[in-house]
């Protein structure tokens, strides 16, 4: 890679090393429905044991993840269609098509849009649903919805103090560049709070929208993402749900040498969100609702560089591979929190770190004592 790339990546080995940034931070975001998909979560979440039986899984009890086989070479859109629908219907299930053509509409640029996030009753038995889609002739593979949550920020005030920069040699590495507003960094996570003054200079802004028109100007589904988009909401709002994501892009790319706060990896850059964690954490299918976002982006000609995931946990997902590796092809690094636990991840798999896919950067968490 070229020097002038450098602190881009040097965003991994700072933000995931529990380097957090001292920038003040708004109190948790309050919005009604937010709050109900936060009540939602805790009323319908239910737990399996991994197949290991070491640990207990989280995962959404209202829905399911799928991927459609192929369709066949002479298949018309009509019966596509038809096979889809009729596959998850069948159980009384349904997934987000609103100009119904057979694809989900949060993840149309992923794996030719064979992807599908099925919402089912969550008073049903999502075992016996899962079985059968399983076994269904038209599914390729269909898998729990899994839980996660935010890592790598600490409630330590001693941390604020930025020991991370001189570690990592962010200093010499300011002598050379202090990084590229033309490189965008993806920030999947509780979204972060784009208004705030260390922040704002620093933030993407969608050139081919128009602020407060409620329209959505650029036809990618998503009205008004001026700075990105809620997974959670499916709106164009990637504010903060909390503090989490507004100190990871502190850390990524809060001004530098500006006489004010503090100042990120790189000084220069710009930040796109996505907000798919909330108090309860977030689902593996808003994670990939995201990818898709700044896959389409990127195809859309925003120089989206890397993606940025401090966050992990739930079972392996072959969707959210498959998501990864969409993003792989799309020529984006995907840079994953190794875990804060001091683990051995080769003897036990965390996700989403643990994916072998080309571009998955699996970063570890450090102290300022070791």
Same mark, same amino acid.
């Given at each position: 890679?070229?020097?002038?790339? @450098?602190? +881009?990546?040097?965003?991994?080995?700072?933000?995931?090393?529990?380097? +957090?940034?001292?920038?003040?931070?708004?109190?948790?975001? /309050?919005?009604?429905? @937010?709050?109900?998909?936060?009540?939602?979560?805790?009323?319908?979440?239910?737990?399996?044991?991994?197949?290991?039986?070491? %640990?207990?899984?989280?995962?959404?009890?209202?829905?399911?993840?799928?991927?459609?086989?192929?369709?066949? @070479?002479?298949?018309? @859109?009509?019966?596509?269609?038809?096979?889809?629908?009729?596959? &998850?219907?069948?159980?009384?299930g349904r997934f987000k098509d609103k100009n119904n053509? !057979?694809?989900?509409?949060?993840?149309?640029?992923? +794996?030719?849009?064979?992807?599908?996030?099925?919402?089912?009753?969550?008073?049903?038995?999502?075992?016996?649903?899962?079985?059968?889609? %399983?076994?269904?002739?038209?599914?390729?593979?269909?898998?729990?919805?899994?839980?996660?949550?935010?890592? =790598?920020?600490?409630?330590?005030? %001693?941390?604020?103090?930025?020991? $991370? #920069?001189?570690?990592? $040699?962010?200093?010499?590495?300011?002598?050379?560049?202090?990084?590229?507003?033309?490189?965008?960094?993806?920030?999947?996570?509780?979204?972060?709070?784009?208004?705030?003054?260390?922040?704002?200079?620093?933030?993407?802004?969608?050139? /081919?929208?128009?602020? =407060?028109?409620?329209?959505?100007?650029?036809?990618?589904?998503?009205?008004?993402?001026?700075?990105?988009?809620?997974?959670?909401?499916?709106?164009g709002d990637p504010m903060d749900t909390g503090q989490? $994501?507004?100190?990871?892009?502190?850390?990524?790319?809060?001004?530098?040498?500006? !006489?004010? !706060?503090?100042?990120?990896?790189?000084?220069?850059?710009?930040?796109?969100?996505?907000?798919?964690? !909330?108090?309860? =954490?977030?689902?593996?299918?808003?994670?990939?609702?995201?990818?898709?976002?700044?896959?389409?982006?990127? /195809?859309? $000609?925003?120089?989206?560089? &890397?993606?940025?995931?401090?966050?992990?946990?739930?079972?392996?997902? %072959?969707?959210?591979?498959?998501?990864?590796?969409?993003?792989?092809?799309?020529? #984006?690094?995907?840079?994953?929190?190794?875990?804060?636990?001091?683990? *051995?991840? *080769?003897?036990?798999?965390?996700?989403?770190?643990?994916?072998? &896919?080309?571009? +998955?950067?699996?970063?570890?968490?450090?102290?300022?004592?070791?």
């Amino acid at each position: 890679m070229t020097l002038q790339n @450098r602190p +881009v990546m040097m965003l991994a080995a700072t933000l995931l090393t529990s380097s +957090v940034s001292a920038l003040t931070v708004p109190q948790k975001f /309050n919005s009604d429905d @937010r709050s109900i998909l936060t009540e939602h979560n805790k009323k319908y979440v239910s737990k399996h044991l991994s197949q290991n039986a070491k %640990q207990s899984l989280e995962y959404d009890a209202s829905s399911l993840i799928v991927k459609f086989k192929e369709p066949g @070479r002479n298949e018309n @859109r009509h019966k596509l269609v038809s096979k889809r629908k009729a596959a &998850v219907h069948s159980f009384g299930g349904r997934f987000k098509d609103k100009n119904n053509d !057979g694809v989900d509409d949060r993840f149309k640029h992923l +794996v030719n849009g064979r992807l599908a996030k099925i919402d089912i009753d969550p008073n049903q038995n999502l075992q016996s649903i899962l079985d059968k889609l %399983q076994h269904h002739p038209d599914i390729e593979y269909a898998e729990y919805n899994y839980i996660v949550q935010p890592l =790598g920020v600490p409630n330590d005030t %001693q941390y604020s103090s930025l020991w $991370g #920069m001189p570690k990592i $040699g962010a200093e010499q590495a300011w002598d050379i560049t202090v990084g590229d507003p033309s490189i965008v960094v993806g920030v999947i996570d509780t979204g972060f709070d784009y208004n705030h003054s260390d922040l704002a200079a620093n933030i993407w802004v969608n050139p /081919n929208e128009i602020v =407060g028109n409620g329209i959505d100007d650029d036809g990618n589904g998503y009205i008004d993402d001026i700075h990105g988009i809620s997974a959670i909401t499916g709106s164009g709002d990637p504010m903060d749900t909390g503090q989490h $994501g507004t100190h990871v892009a502190g850390t990524i790319g809060a001004v530098g040498n500006n !006489g004010t !706060g503090v100042a990120g990896v790189n000084w220069q850059t710009s930040m796109v969100g996505c907000s798919f964690l !909330g108090s309860s =954490g977030g689902t593996t299918a808003d994670a990939i609702e995201c990818i898709n976002y700044m896959i389409a982006l990127k /195809n859309a $000609g925003t120089n989206i560089r &890397v993606l940025n995931n401090s966050w992990g946990g739930g079972g392996f997902s %072959q969707a959210l591979k498959d998501a990864i590796a969409a993003a792989n092809n799309a020529n #984006m690094l995907f840079v994953a929190a190794a875990g804060n636990d001091g683990a *051995d991840n *080769d003897m036990g798999s965390h996700y989403p770190s643990n994916y072998d &896919v080309p571009n +998955v950067m699996s970063i570890a968490s450090t102290t300022s004592s070791d």
